[in-house]
């Protein structure tokens, strides 16, 4: 099983409108959660850390479920901006490595 | 400040042969991470150098691979004899202490086509 999986997607999303997506992790022990944005041919850029109690940056929010195992992003009013792939990453837990899934990609539809 | 840079931006190289990426880490930053990307694929980790510690090469795919951070700053990362299935965008990232929590700060990547 992978470390870290993600729905690949593509998301198209209406300009305005909300999405949603979950990224899955393997290792009960992880300990860090992030997501990073990546635009077409760049390289990956923190968007936001995910923390136990769930944190919020603007349109954006996170969530983290241990039970579960899976982290969340939601963003609220999307913007054309917006059109990247979001990069689940997870300390595995263990090292001081980071675990990347394959990303979700995002396309907001004017 | 100026961030993370790589050198070449963009390498084709012949099967077979031997190239070497470099990577500038942001000054003053101690852990320095190489990972490369495939086409549709994730970040894959590679190697990972903390300070003045022994480098963490579990990733290395094969012994083909290798690097070295020379004074605790600039890396690079040799790839002997390359193969096709080596083309992909290699990519350098560091943070300013060798803890996972910490934001790893990426460079431009270079892409490598073996043909």
């Known amino acids: 099983r992978k470390e870290v999986e993600q729905d690949p997607g593509p998301f198209n999303v209406p300009e305005g409108a909300t999405v949603a997506f979950n990224c899955t992790y393997s290792?009960?022990?992880?300990?860090?959660f992030f997501w990073y944005r990546q635009d077409c041919r760049k390289e990956p850029k923190l968007l936001m850390s995910?923390?136990?109690s769930g944190n919020e940056d603007g349109r954006f929010t996170a969530q983290l479920n241990r039970a579960s195992q899976y982290i969340s992003l939601l963003i609220r009013d999307s913007k054309l901006s917006d059109s990247a792939t979001y990069l689940c990453?997870?300390?595995?837990?263990?090292?001081?490595?980071?675990?990347f899934g394959k990303g979700n990609q995002v396309v907001v539809i004017p | 400040g100026a961030g993370v840079s790589q050198s070449p931006s963009n390498k084709v190289t012949e099967k077979g042969k031997d190239v070497e990426l470099r990577c500038d880490p942001i000054?003053?930053?101690?852990?320095l991470y190489w990972y490369r990307q495939s086409l549709g694929q994730g970040l894959e980790f590679l190697i990972y150098?903390?300070?003045?510690?022994?480098?963490?090469k579990s990733g290395l795919p094969s012994d083909r691979f290798s690097a070295e951070r020379t004074g605790g700053s600039v890396s690079t990362l040799t790839i002997q004899r390359t193969q096709q299935e080596d083309s992909a965008v290699y990519l350098c990232?560091?943070?300013?202490?060798?803890?996972?929590?910490?934001?790893?700060?990426f460079g431009p990547g270079t892409r490598l086509t073996v043909t």
């Open positions: 990232a560091s943070s300013l202490v060798p803890d996972y929590s910490y934001e790893q700060y």
């Open positions: 290792n009960s022990a992880s300990q860090s």
């Open positions: 995910v923390y136990s």
């Open positions: 990453v997870v300390n595995p837990g263990g090292n001081n490595r980071l675990a």
């Open positions: 000054s003053g930053h101690t852990a």
């Open positions: 150098f903390q300070g003045n510690s022994a480098p963490d």
